[in-house]
């Protein structure tokens, strides 16, 4: 179906404009600024994505098209998509369903400093996550309410997780990676991946094969010294390109055919096409930009219809992306940084939420009190079932 455009002008008047081209059936709205001023509107448009109603009531605003870089530039156009709330019709190609904060359960109150990496296993119907910073193992388990804590020692950062065959734990120690049991005990080590440099592995995803995909980054956030990188069971890590601030992103198309990154400090996405036998990738091209907004994109997985879901750090929501490429289902949450998903329960009908409270001030703290917590939304989509290592 061909979409539909409207231009409007940045005024006072925009939200009243935007419900009345909404009502007129305009799938995107073209929002056009010729003034230095559109520095402090388009700031103020990005401050309240989280928090839509307080901006317009009924919209939210998500920046799809850029038409130069740069605020403050003239003659800048982008596309907004106007997005009405609670109203579900993707099947007609008209409009993107935003689920409000009212459907958003909060699962965990675990106060992480960056909760990260939630997998659900479905051998033991438990989830599993980690925090990075303040480095423990945790799990929850949905039919007894019980959350456990394993604290994580002799290193700085668990920068991610991964299940694997053997019911063990492949922990990102560090630069590290190192097998532990479930129940505890003593980590194995199991393959150095990087040395010598101001860095951390970060997020990792298992492929079909049994092959852990994982990144490094920079620790002062700003440094392209981070690289994507390949394991297999023996223990080889294969530097598969470089010139990464912060490895996020990665996920597995259900096909196995398409492979997701994203640089989080770059504020950009990458899919390419993928091998699924020999876990080679190639054809790399931009998913989305959000330089000009600079949103950061996280953490992010597919679901069995192709859809990528991708938490946004310090945007308090996460998204779904059509298997086109376009934004169909907006959750806003009741925080600033979500950080992961997966999708989990008996029927993997559940999408779950990392979130932290890294980077907050204590006001903000004061104001977000789950903030670091774990969250659940029922019945939006089915997941896929979590890859796990070969070891």
């Not at 982008?78 to 993107?96: C, D, E, P, S, Y």
């Not at 993928?274 to 996280?298: C, H, K, Q, V």
């Not at 992306?321 to 993997?348: A, K, R, S």
Request: charged share 25%; glycine share 8%.
């Amino acid at each position: 179906m061909k979409t539909s455009i409207a231009t409007v002008s940045i005024s006072a008047e925009l939200p009243e404009k935007l419900e009345a081209i909404a009502n007129a059936g305009f799938d995107v709205v073209e929002v056009f600024e010729t003034s230095a001023a559109w520095s402090a509107t388009s700031k103020a448009c990005r401050t309240r994505t989280a928090h839509s109603a307080t901006f317009a009531e009924g919209f939210f605003f998500e920046i799809v098209q850029r038409g130069v870089s740069g605020y403050g530039a003239a003659n800048a156009i982008f596309r907004i998509a106007a997005l009405k709330k609670q109203i579900n019709r993707r099947g007609a190609g008209r409009m993107t369903e935003v689920i409000p904060t009212s459907r958003v359960e909060c699962l965990v109150r675990s106060r992480d400093q960056l909760g990260e990496t939630p997998l659900w296993c479905e051998r033991t119907n438990k989830l599993w996550w980690v925090d990075i910073e303040n480095p423990k193992l945790q799990s929850y388990d949905p039919s007894t309410d019980f959350h456990e804590v394993f604290p994580m020692h002799g290193m700085t950062f668990l920068g991610s997780h991964a299940l694997t065959f053997s019911g063990r734990h492949l922990l990102a120690h560090d630069l590290d990676l190192v097998l532990r049991s479930a129940d505890g005990g003593d980590a194995a080590p199991f393959a150095s991946v990087e040395a010598g440099l101001d860095n951390r592995l970060n997020d990792g995803r298992v492929d079909r094969h049994g092959r852990l995909w994982i990144g490094t980054m920079d620790n002062q956030l700003h440094r392209p010294a981070g690289s994507l990188y390949r394991v297999d069971s023996s223990g080889e890590a294969v530097k598969i390109f470089g010139d990464v601030i912060v490895s996020n992103g990665i996920a597995f198309s259900p096909d196995g055919r398409r492979f997701h990154f994203t640089d989080t400090r770059r504020h950009q996405s990458w899919v390419f096409d993928m091998d699924p036998e020999d876990g080679t990738i190639s054809n790399r091209r931009l998913f989305a930009d959000y330089s000009t907004a600079g949103d950061r994109p996280d953490g992010a997985c597919f679901d069995v219809d192709g859809g990528l879901w991708t938490a946004f750090f310090a945007g308090g929501r996460v998204v779904r992306y059509n298997p086109h490429g376009q934004i169909d289902i907006v959750i806003e949450l009741p925080l600033t940084n979500p950080t992961c998903v997966c999708f989990g329960g008996d029927d993997l009908r559940t999408l779950i939420v990392t979130t932290a409270t890294k980077f907050l001030s204590e006001e903000k703290l004061a104001s977000e009190p789950l903030a670091g917590a774990v969250f659940a939304i029922h019945g939006v989509a089915q997941g896929l079932p979590e890859n796990r290592f070969a070891a």
